[in-house]
Structures are given as structure tokens and as C-alpha cells.
């Protein structure tokens, strides 16, 4: 079960525990708007939850055009971006996502985990 | 020279309004300013100065235009920054406090990969979001172009900065965005920057000149109206940051003053027939042991005696030098000195360009307010500078003096020590001067004697007659006209007919 929703933490995001050899993972996918890459990355986000997300993740989507103070806070220049907020340190991955293994990789996800 | 004003070339275009800038000196050269609401570059090497330039934009704005602005900074923390320009006394964490300039922190974050395409809507949207913020008036970007070092695609990046570029026009900011280049002489910017910010070009250079850093500044296109052409010099003051030169001194003129100043000399102010004007300038050439320095020193000495201060720039000489040898010749100044009547700078022109100099001496005028000064010599300024960046102080000096109301006695040493070309150094500064006194050695009969004549001085019907002089413990004494002697000027001085005159022969009656 997945969602893909501007949504602040919440208690029961917290309460779905993570699978015991899955990393909590906190993504801040940063779009502008309904671009075509945006749209893309969003897609991409989307389909790395279906296959890695037990739902121990937390998703954000910023649209920097409603929030460009978060997009001032996080540094982000390019759109679309994908911050990963945790774990440490902090990455960033540009662009509409469309290259999986870079995707996957950046993220340290391994296919392995695929179900 | 620098290029007078005059029609630009491009054809007629709607003139644009104009934002004055601040920056003493380039609103002259630009024409009034920056196009209003429209975007500049800003290009230049590393250290040229277009951070600061940049910054000076900013701060000018809020200093003396009450508008508020907002940064966009790629390669530089903005905490690195606000630190750099504390020592010019601009409290930019200030403004940010105070909520009159808004911050965004391009540089590089974390670690970043790429994965496909992608904009600078992000970056477009967070300078939208500053600016905004505090209503800014007027926008700075720094380094630009190093954002290209964070993304592989040059072609892309330049493309999407292009349209983050465009977009601000809707800001209608009057914006300026510095770029680094990598030749003096070369393309504007790298990457081709230049192609999309259209409205406005400045290019800062920072050349060897002569084993000194020449900066210029240079005007190379502003949309909508008219700027002056080709490079000004200019410098960063530590006091005051970025200001062009000499446009920076060169003031509305006012009306020539009548009042005449004395030189300091009974006999030279009756061979200037009542001395030499209130605010000009003179220039006395003379070899080694001539007497420049003595007449530099009565000269100021002059103006103590009517109560005026005066400051006297020597280049050759430390002041305690000077005042040793002023007493040598019966003028005491150390009195003077220490009641702050008078000052003695010596400057040191091998460390600084010209330019600075002359913002210096514009400071130490400033600061002190003579009525007149001394420049003792201005062949020490000549060596070991370009022909160009020399006349281009002459003139500099020349219209702050001028523009002060202050009289000016500069001395020069010509290259032959008898007689010699009769000219003085350098063409442009014999041509900017008011007045021109000659002191010559002449061989006559075996003795070593000295001439002294008022080649020039302008709206005085001066004294034409060689004169002979003599130095000695009570100062110089203008004598009796070397009548019979020809050839002087032409460094070959002898008596026509049988004319003949002793050594030291004759008061002046």
C-alpha cells in the first residue's frame, strides 16, 4: 500500500515499522508544477515506493512554485529533485528520475530487495 | 585619453530609464546608470572586482537610494560575503536583519547526482521568492556561471539559465549578474553567457601594466540609451570599494577665480606680476639643484603666512628631509607641522597604481581642506608608469584641485641638465598646467649660473625676460635679466655682441 501526498509526518506513518533489513528512508521530491519531468519523477517516486516501500518511508512532494522557501532551505536548484533527507548524509538527485539504476543506486536500494 | 560623450553608434533606440548605481565614478561612464528593470552583466577575471561591484550595487541602494535588494549567490557563502565587505564598512547582515535584503544561497549543497532532464524552476522560483519578499528594487547574482561546474550539460544549463534569465524580466528589477571570464582581451564571458543577458554589457579587467595591476572598466553596450565609450581606470579604495577614476574627480567646474596667490617669492611674484591665480595649477621644471624644491616649499610656506593650510605630497624626499632642507634655505616648517597648519605626505607611488594614488590624494584632501598644494615630483610619478595612465592622472589632478578652489605648485625635472630640450616632461601635462616656470643651469664664462623664466601662465601678462637667480641661506633671489644671452631654451646658451655680466651682478631695483 502506497501514497504519494504532500503529507507532514504523522503518527501513523510512524507506527507502520519498517521491515527489520529495510532503511527508513525520507524523500523530499521537489517539482515544478506539471512539467513533463515532474510529471516523470513523480511516476518514478511512485513505482520506487511499489516496489522498496513497506511502509516505512516518508514521501514528500514540494511544488516550488507554492513553497520556494523549502526549496530556499533545502538548496535546490534544479527541478525536479530528489532529496533524500535520511539516512545521513543527505543527497540529492537531479532530474525527472528516468534513469532507474542511477535512481536506485543513489538511494541505496538494492533490486535484491525487489519482492 | 578617455573618450569625451558623444552620440553612440547603434542606431537611435527608445531610450530606456536609468537606475544611477552609486558607484562614484561609473554613472558618468554608463550614461546615467543601469537600464532600469533590465538585466547587466557584469564580466571579469578572477579578481577583477565584480563581487564587489556587485555588492557596492547593492549596498549603494540601500545606503543612498533607500531601495531594497536581494542576493543570489553561487560560489560564495553568503556569510563569506557579508565578512569580506565589513572592512569597507557595509553591514550587509544588517539589511538582512533589518528585512531590506533578501539572501539566496545558490552555492553547492549535498552530494548531487543526475538522472534526467531537468529546469531551474527551483532557482528561479526562490529569487522570484526573494525579491518579493522585501520588494527589492535591485538584484545581484554572483557568479552565475558556476553553476556550470555543478551539472554536466553546459549546452543545457546555459540553455535553462537563459530561461530563468528571461523570466526575471517580469520582475522588473534593475538586475546585475557578474560572470567570470578567462582573457582580458577575449571572449566577454565563458560559456556564452553573454548571448542571453542582452540589455547591458560591463567588463572589469585587471591587466599587468608595467609590473602594476591596471584595472579598467569598460562599458561595452547598455541598451536604451547612451554611455560613454572605451576603458576607465579604476580602484578599489579601502575605504570606499569600487570607484572609476579620474571621472570620479572630475566636477562641474565653477566660475576661474581673479584672486592671485603668492609663490612665496618677492621676485618671482613680480615676474608673475602679482603672483599666480587662486586655483591653478603651475608647473616649474628644473634639473637637480635647480631650486624646484626650495619653490615647492615657499610656495607652501605662502600660504601658512596668510593663514592657510597646506598640505605638500612629497615622492622623493621623507618629510623630515624636506623640513631639513627648508630650513637650510631660512624657511622654518616643523612649527607649522605640529600646529597642523601644514602637512607633509610623503606617498609612495611604486606601491600603488596611479589611480589609487589619486584617490588617495583626493582623501587626504579631503580630509584636511588646504588651500593649496605642493606636488614635489611629478617625474617620480612619471617612472614607472605608462605614458596613458600618467597624463590620465595629470588630468585627474588637475580637475580636483580645480574643483576644490585649490592652488597647485607641481615641480618636474627635465632629462638634460643643461639646458635640454626646454620642454617639460611629457607633452600632456605642459598642456594641462596654467603655468610653466623654467630654472636652467648656464654655462657663461666658465661659471655655473642659473636662470629662472615664466614660460607660461595663463591670463597674466607675466614677465618674458631670463632672469638670473641665486640660492642661498636666505632662500632664492630672483636678480637682474640675463640681457645679451640667447640660445637658453635651446641648451646652448652664450652672449651675442659684447655684452658681458658678473657673477651675482645687481638687486633687482
Known sequence: ??????????????????????????????????????????????????????????????????????????RVLATPSLVRRRPSPPRKIVGDLSDWEVLTAALGLSEARDE | MSDPSGPAAAPAERELERQEVGIPGFDVVAGGGLPRGRTTLVAGTSGAGKTLFGLQFLTAGARRFGQTGALVTFEERPEDLFAN?????????????AGRLAVV?????????????????????????????????????????????????????????????????????????????????????????????????????????????????????????????????????????????????????????????????????????????????????????????????????AGLAAGERAILFCFEENPAQVVRNAASWGMELAAARRAERLRILARYPQRMGLEDLLVQIKRDIQDFEPRRIAVDSMTALEHGSSAFAFSEFTVGLSSLVKSAGIGAFLTSTPLALVGGEGGVSGVELSTVVDGIILLRYLELDGEIRRGV?????????????????????????????????????????????????????????
Open chain 1, 1 to 74: 500500500m502506497w501514497r504519494l501526498d504532500d503529507r507532514a509526518r504523522s503518527a501513523s506513518t510512524l507506527a507502520n515499522k519498517p521491515r527489520g533489513d529495510e532503511a527508513t528512508l525520507a524523500l523530499r521530491l521537489f517539482v515544478a508544477d506539471d512539467s513533463t519531468s515532474s510529471v516523470r519523477a513523480r511516476q518514478q517516486v511512485e513505482r520506487l515506493q511499489e516496489r522498496f516501500d513497506a511502509g516505512g518511508w516518508e514521501v514528500q512532494v514540494v511544488d516550488v512554485l507554492e513553497r520556494p522557501d523549502l526549496a530556499e532551505e533545502e
Open chain 2, 85 to 97: 565587505v565589513e572592512s569597507l564598512g557595509w553591514n550587509l547582515r544588517g539589511l538582512v536583519k
Open chain 2, 105 to 301: 544561497d545558490a552555492t553547492p549543497g549535498d552530494e548531487m547526482v543526475e538522472s534526467g532532464r531537468y529546469d531551474f524552476e527551483a532557482l528561479a522560483a526562490r529569487i522570484r521568492h526573494a525579491v518579493e519578499k522585501v520588494a527589492a528594487e535591485r538584484l545581484f547574482i554572483d557568479a552565475l556561471d558556476a553553476v556550470f561546474a555543478e551539472f554536466a550539460d553546459a549546452g543545457h544549463v546555459r540553455h535553462e539559465l537563459a530561461r530563468v534569465v528571461r523570466s526575471l524580466r517580469a520582475l522588473a528589477v534593475t538586475t546585475l549578474i557578474s560572470v567570470e571570464r578567462t582573457e582580458e582581451y577575449g571572449p566577454v564571458a565563458r560559456r556564452g553567457v553573454e548571448e542571453f543577458v542582452a540589455d547591458g554589457v560591463v567588463i572589469l579587467r585587471n591587466a599587468l601594466d608595467k609590473g602594476n595591476r591596471r584595472r579598467t572598466l569598460e562599458v561595452l553596450k547598455l541598451r536604451g540609451g547612451q554611455h560613454r565609450k572605451g576603458q576607465y581606470p579604476y580602484v578599489i579604495d579601502p575605504r570606499g570599494g569600487v570607484e572609476v577614476v579620474p571621472v570620479s574627480v572630475i566636477e562641474a567646474e565653477g566660475p576661474a577665480s581673479c584672486e592671485r596667490i603668492s609663490l612665496g617669492n618677492e621676485g618671482l611674484d613680480q615676474m608673475t606680476a602679482g603672483g599666480i591665480f587662486r586655483d591653478s595649477l603651475v608647473l616649474v621644471s628644473g634639473a637637480t639643484g635647480t631650486g624646484k624644491s626650495l619653490m615647492a616649499a615657499q610656495f607652501v610656506q
Open chain 2, 453 to 509: 623664466i615664466v614660460l607660461k601662465l595663463r591670463g597674466v601678462a607675466h614677465d618674458r625676460a631670463i632672469r638670473e637667480y641665486v640660492i642661498d641661506g636666505q632662500g632664492m633671489r630672483v636678480l637682474q635679466p640675463l640681457h645679451g644671452v640667447t640660445g637658453v631654451l635651446a641648451g646652448d646658451a652664450h652672449f651675442v655682441g659684447d655684452g658681458h655680466l658678473a657673477a651675482g651682478s645687481g638687486e633687482r631695483t
